[in-house]
T-cell receptor
Framework: AQKITQTQPGMFVQEKEAVTLDCTYD???????LFWYKQPSSGEMIFLIY??????QNATEGRYSLNFQKARKSANLVISASQLGDSAMYFC??????????????FGQGTRLTINP | EPEVTQTPSHQVTQMGQEVILRCVPI?????FYWYRQILGQKVEFLVS????????KSEIFDDQFSVERPDGSNFTLKIRSTKLEDSAMYFC????????????FGQGTRLTVV
């Protein structure tokens, strides 16, 4: 079974609009972390935002916010006031076992976001 | 701002040859990782390294792969006898010890096996 599911292979949004990128996850751990990374066409992986499973507030970082719904096991990324430079691949990832273990990341398939002028 | 550095950015090698991909993690980090991304696909975990030993490896990380931290700063991935299907982007990442700290990724090495 997929640990991280991103159901939107591609999204097209007009500049300045808000966009929500979906992510659902599957884990039996009580302690886990959820991450979003941006991968522009140049290929590097850029960290955007983190949400811990015990965090009561939704994480926010500038124009990025994470809509964390624990009971539904979803961690959607919301980008407000989209810009042309937001066009990129976006990956949702999960880290299980926050305290011990390898603390590796498991990634979803990604969503390619295109911002239209 | 500290960053993870990978060299080379692109390597072309003949099938059957050995390659070494190099990484310099962030200096005070203690967890090191290699991930792989085949073109157009998701990023896959290969191996994690902590306290000078492998802490976890995936089924992809078979006997042709090895990792080393030879001098306390570099972190290398060796692929012993490359196959066409090893062509991918290889990312090195490092992480500090905090439970909610993110992994910082290098810019990647694009390996092309011909």
């Amino acid at each position: 079974a997929q640990k991280i599911t991103q159901t939107q292979p591609g999204m097209f949004v007009q500049e300045k609009e808000a966009v929500t990128l979906d992510c659902t996850y599957d884990t039996s751990d009580q302690s886990y972390g959820l991450f979003w990374y941006k991968q522009p066409s140049s290929g590097e992986m850029i960290f955007l935002i983190y949400q811990g499973s015990y965090d009561e507030q939704n994480a926010t970082e500038g124009r990025y916010s994470l809509n964390f719904q624990k009971a539904r096991k979803s961690a959607n990324l919301v980008i407000s006031a989209s810009q042309l430079g937001d066009s990129a691949m976006y990956f949702c990832a999960m880290r299980e076992g926050l305290i011990q273990g390898a603390q590796k990341l498991v990634f979803g398939q990604g969503t390619r976001l295109t911002i239209n002028p | 701002e500290p960053e993870v550095t990978q060299t080379p950015s692109h390597q072309v090698t003949q099938m059957g040859q050995e390659v070494i991909l190099r990484c310099v993690p962030i200096s005070n980090h203690l967890y090191f990782y290699w991930y792989r991304q085949i073109l157009g696909q998701k990023v896959e975990f290969l191996v994690s390294f902590y306290n000078n030993e492998i802490s976890e490896k995936s089924e992809i990380f078979d006997d042709q792969f090895s990792v080393e931290r030879p001098d306390g700063s570099n972190f290398t991935l060796k692929i012993r006898s490359t196959k066409l299907e090893d062509s991918a982007m290889y990312f090195c990442a490092s992480k500090g010890t905090g439970v909610n700290t993110e992994a910082f990724f290098g810019q990647g090495t694009r390996l092309t096996v011909v």
